[in-house]
């Protein structure tokens, strides 16, 4: 499990973290989303002990990170600015990353390698960004520790395969309960693969929830009542939000599916219908709550 408590880091007079709590368990899926200069990088490098906490601590399975082998062999960090030693190729960073991780899959690293259609000797220095990026996942993966950090691995990827990464990462967590940390500017990326996440503004986590606890907390709900309804009533559930077309009412409501199906029928409404909510629709309800706008936030 990794925590980090009270955790602040400054550069110069800029705040880059301010007092971030946030527990990781252990098999989930942690997305970090964020607008750049949210401080995703830097809780990544705080994380992985490039970076060192002015104050507060970082620990994984209750052991400080900073300067600590023991508690860095747990995790491979991959950056959002990849470096490579100039003129190698595939297999010979492979070979480097052997005597780093003592227990690099050799063999996986070159089947993932494959799969993506990299040739392991052709220099990185001639590979596109994006190629870069699937060279750095497939080490990653390879290095078979317990936590991934992942600095923005969708971006510059294409849609395709953006899947087989995600997809990937699921046989990985499946197999040997690898456990993803994906910072990214785009929740919509985590829509499909995140457990839990953490949304990070200005150096400090805003709002930090269980996905599968949102979905089934919150409910929308659109609906059309009759024209001598007590429009009063309504205050009876707790809206987060409420749009409206004419009659035709769409009603963003905290709470059970059951109680709120209770309270509407008891409305006697002239239709009613439970709709599902993205996970953006659901950030966006619950950080209007707080008076932020999350799509100037992140989208």
Request: net charge negative; glycine share 6%; charged share 30%.
């Amino acid at each position: 499990m990794i925590e980090a408590k009270n955790l602040s880091k400054s550069f110069d007079n800029i705040k880059a973290l301010a007092n971030i709590n946030a527990s990781i368990r252990d098999g989930d899926v942690f997305g970090l989303i964020g607008t750049n200069g949210a401080g995703k990088s830097t809780f990544l490098k705080v994380l992985a002990g490039i970076l060192k906490p002015d104050s507060g601590e970082i620990l994984i399975d209750d052991e400080n990170v900073f300067e600590n082998i023991t508690a860095k062999e747990k995790f491979f960090y991959i950056s959002d600015d990849q470096f490579f030693f100039s003129n190698t190729t595939p297999k010979e960073i492979i070979k480097f990353y052997t005597s780093v991780y003592r227990n690099f899959d050799v063999k996986k690293c070159q089947d993932i390698l494959k799969a993506l259609d990299l040739d392991i000797n052709r220099k990185v220095n001639t590979f596109s960004k994006g190629m870069k990026k699937q060279l750095c996942i497939a080490i990653g993966v390879a290095a078979n520790t317990r936590y991934l950090l992942c600095d923005e691995t969708f971006d510059g990827l294409d849609p395709v395969m953006r899947q087989a990464v995600k997809s990937l990462f699921a046989k990985e967590m499946d197999e040997r309960g690898l456990t993803p940390i994906i910072a990214s500017h785009n929740l919509r990326e985590l829509e499909d693969i995140c457990d839990h996440v953490g949304l990070l503004h200005k150096g400090g986590i805003l709002l930090s929830k269980d996905v599968s606890d949102m979905k089934l907390n919150i409910h929308k709900v659109q609906c059309v009542f009759e024209k001598d309804f007590d429009m009063e009533r309504l205050k009876e559930l707790d809206i987060m939000q409420m749009k409206n077309s004419g009659r035709v009412h769409t009603i963003t409501i905290k709470g059970s599916e059951e109680d709120i199906r209770e309270k509407m029928e008891s409305f006697a409404p002239v239709f009613y219908e439970m709709m599902g909510l993205s996970l953006e629709e659901i950030f966006i309800s619950e950080t209007e709550v707080y008076g932020y706008d999350i799509k100037k936030l992140i989208f």
